[in-house]
């Protein structure tokens, strides 16, 4: 597809387990982004990568947050021992280039139990 | 720390009336670019309209403009003619040359009443 591709949807799982959320940029865009949106709020920045790397992490909340990216295209966020306050759509995004319009994907939805 | 406040919550608005939206920010930053994204029920974000700090001229993209107060900070967007398929959350965003984010407003629910 030609747009930001993020699976799954939805994810509901217990208190305490691991989760995986991935994001597929549109091809060719080099800066990726993650953030996080809680019911009723605007959009609190995660992390960005440029390529592979990760220039700015210090929207992490904690260390149970991770994130990678591989080949310059998809990347994973990984949320450990999840808690409830986890709970919230997880947004994805990607630009040419960091100075570009950011493009976002529908997001995953993450709820805890 | 580098701000965007929208003061207001929700909004409401005829069909084919004009409605503006309010946001302000904070920065010391000379080089940045400000953002309206628009996020119907789908969740995803979609970008509105786009304003570089650089240029005095307000953006506009069809029936979308803004006005952009540089020394008061303020960055409103006004919606002309609106339609029923304008109904969604509208939030204002800024974007730092140096960062690599967008900070991103709270959030206006905007309505549009047939």
């Known amino acids: 597809g030609a747009g930001v591709s993020q699976s799954p949807s939805n994810k509901v799982t217990e208190k305490g387990k691991d989760v995986e959320l991935r994001c597929d940029p549109i091809s060719g865009h080099t800066a990726l982004y993650w953030y996080r949106q809680r019911l009723g709020q605007g959009l609190e920045f995660l992390i960005y990568f440029q390529g592979n790397s990760a220039p700015d992490k210090s929207g992490l909340p904690s260390d149970r947050f991770s994130a990678e990216r591989t080949g310059e295209s998809v990347s994973t966020l990984t949320i450990q021992r999840t808690q409830q306050e986890d709970s919230a759509v997880y947004l994805c995004?990607?630009?040419?280039?960091?100075?570009?319009?950011?493009?976002f994907g529908d997001g995953t939805r993450l709820s805890i139990l | 720390a580098q701000t965007v406040t929208q003061s207001q919550p929700e909004m409401s608005v005829q069909e084919a009336e004009t409605v503006t939206l309010s946001c302000t920010y904070d920065?010391?930053?000379?080089?940045?670019?400000l953002f309206w994204y628009k996020q119907p029920p789908s969740r995803q974000m979609i970008l509105v309209i786009r304003q570089e700090a650089y240029k005095q001229q307000n953006a506009t993209e069809n029936r979308f403009s803004v006005n952009f107060q540089k020394a008061a900070k303020s960055f409103s967007l006004k919606i002309s003619d609106s339609q029923l398929g304008d109904a969604a959350m509208y939030f204002c965003a800024s974007y730092y040359n140096q960062g690599g984010k967008l900070i991103f407003g709270q959030g206006t629910e905007l309505s549009v009443k047939p």
């Open positions: 995004a990607s630009s040419f280039n960091r100075n570009q319009p950011q493009h």
């Open positions: 920065t010391s930053e000379s080089d940045y670019y």
